[in-house]
Each structure stands twice: as structure tokens, then as C-alpha cells.
């Protein structure tokens, strides 16, 4: 009977293990297309970037002046997306409220809607005649096409990515822990110090860098609510749009500095969410 048994199922075996190698022989293909789609454009890049030139292009004053707004732009909005960003992912994460769904439907909106959506209703909330427009005129405050702008904007479309890693990583975060701090004499904000935040670092750290990347590609909610003026509002991305009306050269040699900057951050990243895996 042993042997009728193991008889029997060998049939079944096989074909189970034949139609799985035909599904990978299928998928195969459209892997290597799909490959193709993503590797090919950023080839092209690298083919047609004037390497030669690349000194020269990158040391102009226009180069210059975006790369340095860029930086800045950056990283205030990633310091006030942590500002705002941890205790809102500290709400969603250790509070049950009503509305909490809609609340983080809310917040990661922005992560889908059209950045061009995102900075007509940055507008119609900070214009001059938008909701709180007249009150900010009024306190001496413009937002609208200005560097403050242009870091609200980047803070707007890039704080969402911070938010749903730092909530992912404190639902994860063993409240055994922080409860045996407490039990311990341990204040709240020295639980968060020594307990919570080393527990969170590589997500933490992870969220940090996705942020600060999506800061500094930021286009389309950038170039609705803050404008393009060199010096004032216009980051690499928007050098990189005005450029490529007039020095596609320039434009190029812009593309090339981000990609490797984005390839960098992608590469650190890697190691980061791999250490933030449980």
C-alpha cells in the first residue's frame, strides 16, 4: 500500500512541477521587458549626458544656485515633516479614535493625488485668496511663491512617506518594553528616548531618507503654489524643466546629479528596510 501510495501521487507530481516550469518560462519574459522599461530610459540618460562637459555645466551659477535651493528646500521640509510628522504617526499608531481611518486616508493622500492637484489646493488654503490668504497677508506672512512655499509644498507631497513608515514601525514596537520602563520609574519622554526610538531606528531612519528624497524631486505641487524663480523657488527639478526648453545639455548634466543622488539614497535604503524587517 506504501508503495501504491507514493505510486499515485507521482503522477500528480509531475504535471503540478510541469505547469509551474511553463509559468516561469512565461514569466521570465515579461520580467526581462519590464526590466527593460526601467533600465533603458536611465541608460539613455547616461548615453547622452555630456560626461566631458559635466564640470563645466555643473558649476554654473544657475546649476549652482538650484542644487544649493534644492539642499534647503530639502531639508526643512524634512525637519518640519518630522516635526509634525512623528506625533501623527504616534496617533494613528497607539490611539483608537473615531475617524482615525479617514484621518489616515488624509494624510497619505498625497502620496496619489496629481502634485499639480496638490498645488492648486496648497493655494486655495495659502494664496493671497485662499481660505487663510487675507489672515496671513494680514501678520505680514506670504507663502505663495516664495522659498516658504516651495518647503510647504515639498513638506505637503513628502511627510505622507515619513508618516505611514513611522506608523508601521511603532505598531511593532513590543509595549512590554515601554511598560516595564514605567514600572521602573521612567518618564513618558524618557521612555520615548531610550526605549521607542532605538526600537524604531532603521524604520525611522528609512522613512527619513524616502522623505527627504521625495522633498527633493518635487515638481509639480512646487511649480503651482511656489512658482519657478532662479534663486527663489526654483529646485533642480524645475532647473531641470526650464533648462530643457534651452541648454538640454544642462538639463542633462541636472538629471544626471539626481539620479546618482537617488541611486545613492536607494542603495543606503536597501540596508535599512532589510535591518527594519522583523
Known amino acids: 500500500m506504501t508503495e ?3 505510486g499515485s501521487r507521482g503522477p500528480d507530481r509531475a504535471p503540478r512541477a510541469a505547469s509551474e516550469g511553463y509559468g516561469h518560462w512565461l514569466l521570465i519574459p515579461l520580467a526581462l521587458l519590464g526590466l527593460a522599461l526601467f533600465v533603458l530610459p536611465l541608460l539613455g540618460l547616461l548615453a547622452r549626458a555630456p ?3 559635466l564640470p563645466e555645466l555643473l558649476t554654473r551659477e544657475v546649476v549652482v544656485a538650484a ?3 534644492s539642499l534647503v528646500v530639502s531639508l526643512a521640509a524634512l525637519g518640519l515633516a518630522l516635526l509634525i510628522g ?4 504616534w496617533l494613528l499608531a497607539r490611539f483608537e479614535f473615531p475617524g482615525r481611518r479617514l484621518v489616515r486616508a488624509l494624510v497619505t493622500l498625497p502620496m496619489v493625488l496629481p ?3 496638490a498645488g492648486v489646493a496648497l493655494l486655495g488654503v495659502f494664496g493671497r485668496r485662499g481660505l487663510l490668504g487675507p489672515l496671513l497677508s494680514s501678520l505680514g506672512i506670504e507663502l505663495a511663491f516664495t522659498t516658504a512655499g516651495a ?3 515639498a513638506t505637503f507631497v513628502a511627510a505622507p512617506f515619513l508618516i505611514i513608515t513611522l506608523e508601521a514601525a511603532l505598531e511593532r514596537v513590543d509595549r512590554r518594553l515601554e511598560d516595564a ?3 521602573l520609574g521612567a518618564t513618558r519622554l524618557r521612555i520615548l528616548w531610550t526605549v521607542t526610538l532605538p526600537a524604531i531606528r532603521p524604520s525611522l531612519l528609512a522613512g527619513l531618507a524616502l522623505c527627504w528624497a521625495r522633498a527633493l524631486g518635487e515638481f509639480g505641487a512646487t511649480i503651482t503654489f511656489a512658482g519657478n524663480y532662479p534663486g527663489r523657488t526654483q529646485t533642480m527639478p524645475l532647473a531641470v524643466y526650464e533648462a530643457m526648453q534651452s541648454d538640454p545639455d544642462g538639463a542633462l548634466a541636472i538629471s544626471l546629479v539626481l539620479l ?3 541611486l545613492g539614497l536607494l542603495f543606503g535604503l536597501r540596508g535599512r528596510l532589510g535591518a527594519a524587517d522583523p
Not at 86 to 89: D, L, R, S, T
Open 4 to 6: 501504491s501510495g507514493q
Open 151 to 153: 518647503i510647504l509644498a
Open 181 to 183: 520602563a514605567a514600572t
Open 51 to 53: 560626461l566631458a562637459e
Open 67 to 69: 542644487l544649493g535651493l
Open 86 to 89: 512623528f506625533p501623527i504617526a
Open 115 to 117: 502634485p499639480v492637484v
Open 260 to 262: 546618482v543622488v537617488s
